[in-house]
Nanobody, 119 residues
Framework: QVQLVESGGGLVQPGGSLRLSCAAS????????MSWYRQAPGNERELVAA????????NYADSVKGRFTISRDNAKNTVYLQMNSLKPEDTAVYYC????????????WGQGTQVTVSS
């Protein structure tokens, strides 16, 4: 059974930093591309950052470029999202997503973690 467990969300002041983690079990980690999405109240879920299965390529939403960094640790079966210079508009529930590099129906989501940026 595949499980994705997120952690690291919380309340932070504008300009602060947080690191989100998403630990996976029940799958072969290196076969999956990973992404972070977020959803704010009243908004659609949007892609924030993504990393390929090999970890050699990343991409980011324009709104977070230069502030957020996605990375993966294959030894720990964990993907991270380092978030710096946080802004109030970054407030949302953040979700990790794992999609198999060849079989797209193998598509899994974490439970979500709340990030609130407020003074």
């Amino acid at each position: 059974q595949v499980q994705l467990v997120e952690s690291g969300g919380g309340l932070v002041q504008p300009g602060g930093s947080l690191r989100l983690s998403c630990a996976a079990s029940g799958l072969t980690f290196s076969n999956y591309a990973m992404s972070w999405y977020r959803q704010a109240p009243g908004n659609e879920r949007e892609l924030v950052a993504a990393i390929t299965s090999a970890g050699g390529s990343t991409n980011y939403a324009d709104s977070v470029k230069g502030r957020f960094t996605i990375s993966r640790d294959n030894a720990k079966n964990t993907v991270y999202l380092q978030m710096n210079s946080l802004k109030p508009e970054d407030t949302a529930v953040y979700y990790c997503n794992f999609r198999h590099r060849l079989v797209s129906r193998y598509d899994y989501w974490g439970q979500g973690t709340q990030v609130t940026v407020s003074s």
